[in-house]
């Protein structure tokens, strides 16, 4: 019986070694065929805002990179809610994955309570895009040249101004629900589907104030149908060199604040993940890409694909008591 029972352990034991010596076989199986149909990749804004043309930028390079096909479309809405359980929805296998910003992977979950989905549980990161720099700009007809002229009307008439965001919880009113609490003013928020729309509401005159991001806006201040007041970022840009930056009118703690990046549905194999991760380093280096992204006025973020999540959980940690402040879900 213990011969018997010797050879039965022995056996068990090679039989165990051989499947583990397999499991990186078989990871590297997994990537190996991928992709064999076309990629999706989910979008939560709409077609022709900044977001879409980086998405649009990384599902062209990244698809050549793995050899494939990465399709975008476009799920608006809902502060990317929509877009989030649509990629949830689908197989962990790598054929779908969501361009995720800050509003999906942070924002949302001081916008939207309960929020139907976890950013650090159910997703898992491919890797970082970019960030972007923000401009509050305003209606030519409020005769606002500077961010003093906007606080002493706004001091002097409260909730006369409306805003407009690419969504509720979305950056762009994070950006400006920010900037209202350190200089003690009060506006209306009016969200809308995303930047082109809020943008035009502004032009039109139906909104007043908006904090696009700099690519969004560049065109239609050239045109001068809009007038940038501030820059929200670390200093002035090349591109608006009279524009002064937030920390020059004394407004600290503006950063990059609008940053993006690829995730996917967490359990997707991680050979998988890497492969887009490589991908990802190609879209970085491709001189194309980097000329696009200066155009842009896009801010180029390369990182490991764990990078994502990293920064999801150190910006909801730094983010959380002021977003809990401003009690975003009640708007």
Same mark, same amino acid.
């Given at each position: 019986m213990k011969k018997h *029972?010797? !050879?039965?352990?022995? #056996?068990?034991? %090679?039989?165990?070694? =051989?499947? +583990?010596a397999q499991t990186p076989v078989m990871a590297q199986d997994a990537a190996s065929g991928y992709p064999n149909r076309p990629v999706r990749l989910i979008v939560s804004q709409q077609a022709g805002g900044s977001s879409d043309t980086v998405a649009r930028l990384w599902a062209e390079h990244a698809g050549k /990179?793995?050899? =494939?096909? !990465? %399709? #975008?479309?476009?799920? $608006? =809405?809902?502060?990317?809610? !929509?877009?989030?359980?649509q /990629?949830?929805?689908?197989?962990a296998d790598g054929y779908t994955l969501m361009f995720g910003g800050v509003s999906q992977m942070v924002l949302n979950k001081f916008t939207y309570k309960p929020l139907p989905y976890d950013p650090e549980k159910d997703f898992t990161g491919v890797g970082m895009l970019t960030t972007v720099p923000f401009v509050l700009v305003v209606n030519p007809e409020t005769g606002f040249k500077s961010l003093d002229d906007l606080v002493k009307y706004a001091k002097a008439h409260p909730d006369k101004l409306n805003f407009a965001s690419a969504g509720l919880g979305n950056s762009t009113q994070l950006a400006v629900e920010l900037l209202q609490k350190? +200089?003690? %003013?009060?506006?209306?928020h009016v969200p809308f589907?995303?930047?082109?729309?809020?943008?035009?509401?502004? !032009? =039109?005159?139906?909104?007043?104030?908006?904090? $696009?991001v700099v690519g969004t806006a560049l065109p239609h201040i050239k045109a001068k149908k809009v007038v940038p007041l501030v820059v929200l970022a670390p200093k002035r840009l090349a591109e608006l060199p009279d524009v002064p930056a937030a920390n020059e009118l004394g407004v600290k703690d503006f950063d990059y604040m609008g940053w993006s990046g690829i995730v996917t549905k967490a359990g997707t194999p991680a050979a998988i993940v890497n492969k887009l991760n490589e991908a990802t380093?190609? *879209?970085?280096?491709? $001189?194309e890409v980097q000329e696009k992204l200066r155009a842009m006025m896009v801010i180029p973020m390369a990182g490991a694909a764990s990078q994502v999540m990293e920064v999801t959980k150190r910006d909801t940690a /730094?983010?959380?008591p002021t977003l809990n402040?401003?009690? +975003?879900s009640s708007k």
């Open positions: *029972f010797c !050879i039965a352990k022995i #056996v068990a034991s %090679v039989w165990t070694v =051989g499947l +583990l /990179a793995i050899g =494939g096909s !990465i %399709v #975008v479309e476009n799920k $608006p =809405g809902a502060g990317g809610i !929509i877009a989030a359980q /990629a949830l929805s689908q197989p350190k +200089l003690g %003013v009060s506006m209306v589907k995303g930047e082109p729309d809020g943008v035009m509401a502004t !032009i =039109g005159g139906q909104t007043q104030v908006m904090a $696009p380093k190609a *879209f970085h280096n491709s $001189p /730094a983010w959380g402040s401003l009690n +975003l």
